[in-house]
Each structure stands twice: as C-alpha cells, then as structure tokens.
C-alpha cells in the first residue's frame, strides 16, 4: 500500500499525549488528522477514541492510532464502533499478527509499558502489514454483534 493512499486518525488522551505528538512527527509521509488531546492536561480518553474510531468507522480514514497510558481505556472505547477492530499492541509481533490474522483498524499504544522506537516500529508495521485473509476472513466476520 502506498503511503499516499494511507489516512491515519490520531488521538490520546494526557498519559499518551507525548507519544502521540512524537507519532505525529515520525508520520511525516502520510496524511495524519489530530483529534486531541492537543496537551498534557488531564484529559477523559473517550472524548478523544470516539471521535478517531469514528472517523475510520466512516472510511474517511484508513487506521487510526490510539494512545494512552495502558491502552486499555482507548481500546474498550473504540471497540464500542461496530466496524472497528481496535487491538492493543505491546510487541511488533503483535501488532503484525493484529494486521494479518484479524484486519485490526486501530492500533492502541500503552505508552506507559513501550518505548517511543517500540512505539514507532509497531506503528510501521501495523501501517504496512496486510490482512491474510482466507480462513482469517470468516472469524473476523462474525466479530460484529
């Protein structure tokens, strides 16, 4: 996939605020929308996953990226949406299985438990890894209630 097509919705709430802003920055090939949190001030992590699960639900965005503290919050959040698949990634391998095995659309960081360069490198990935398909397909069919 070419990094031209690729529109990524980026939100965080206070305990991801900085991780977001250095995501923001290492993004630079893509078109990245912020929507929020735009400072470290305590923030309500739902008021910023809402409006980036939204904006990928409705196609006008491709991924989104969520971060928070544990990357519990934004995920339960997110998840809510009945076309996101939002998967909390604490490894590259994991975020390259959330991609192939179950076309995650939204990528949550714990930015309290990875490093920016891990936060970085699962960002890579999970932009540029496919969805397998195939057997893949039929589970991830039946995850919407």
């Known amino acids: ?9 980026i939100g965080s709430d206070h305990a991801g605020f900085e991780y977001k ?4 920055s290492y993004l630079t090939d893509y078109e990245v929308k912020d929507f929020g949190t ?10 910023f996953a809402h409006p980036v699960a939204s904006a990928v ?8 990226i969520l971060v928070c503290g544990s990357a519990n919050g ?11 698949r939002a998967a ?12 192939q ?13 990875v490093s920016e360069d891990l936060a970085k490198e699962m960002t890579t990935t999970f932009l540029h890894t496919q969805f397998e ?3 893949h397909q039929n589970r991830v069919s039946k995850m919407s209630c």
């Open 21 to 24: 802003e250095m995501l923001r």
């Open 38 to 47: 735009y400072s470290p001030e305590s923030a309500d992590y739902p008021d």
């Open 101 to 113: 095995h179950n076309n995650a659309n939204v990528l949550c960081i714990p930015a309290r438990f």
């Open 1 to 9: 996939m070419s990094t031209d097509k690729i529109k990524i919705a």
């Open 57 to 64: 639900e409705s196609t006008e965005f491709t991924f989104g």
């Open 74 to 84: 934004v995920a339960i959040t997110a998840n809510k949406h009945q076309q996101i």
């Open 133 to 135: 398909g195939g057997r």
């Open 88 to 99: 909390i990634c604490w490894l590259n391998e994991i975020a390259a299985l959330a991609r």
